[in-house]
Nanobody, 120 residues
Framework: QVQLVESGGGLVQPGGSLRLTCAASISMFRITPMGWFRQAPGLQRELVARITSGSFTNYADSVKGRFTISRDNAKNTVYLQMNNLKPEDTAIYYC??????????????WGQGTQVTVSS
């Protein structure tokens, strides 16, 4: 059964850090490009970071230099290290597998996500 489980969100002050974890129960994980998305209230879901099977990474301009995506193929897990968090980073964060050859097209049903709130 395909499953994406995100965790690690919480309430953090501006300038703080969080590390999100995505456990992906999908076959052939090691060759699957993965992405972290987020959706803020009233806005569309957007891709913030992606990582290829070869661990090449891309980031949205809004998070470049502050967020780092990584993967552990032995654990079928993707991480998102978020530093210097800003109030505008407040959103529900989701991970998903990406359709190969696309920049941001999600391939699987969404998980429950994890809430990140940046506030003083």
């Amino acid at each position: 059964q395909v499953q994406l489980v995100e965790s690690g969100g919480g309430l953090v002050q501006p300038g703080g850090s969080l590390r999100l974890t995505c456990a992906a129960s999908i076959s052939m994980f090691r060759i699957t490009p993965m992405g972290w998305f987020r959706q803020a209230p009233g806005l569309q879901r957007e891709l913030v970071a992606r990582i290829t099977s070869g661990s090449f990474t891309n980031y949205a301009d809004s998070v470049k230099g502050r967020f780092t995506i990584s993967r552990d193929n032995a654990k079928n897990t993707v991480y998102l290290q978020m530093n210097n968090l800003k109030p505008e980073d407040t959103a529900i964060y989701y991970c998903n597998a990406l359709v190969p050859g696309t920049q941001s097209q999600p391939r699987l049903p969404w998980g429950q996500g994890t809430q990140v709130t940046v506030s003083s």
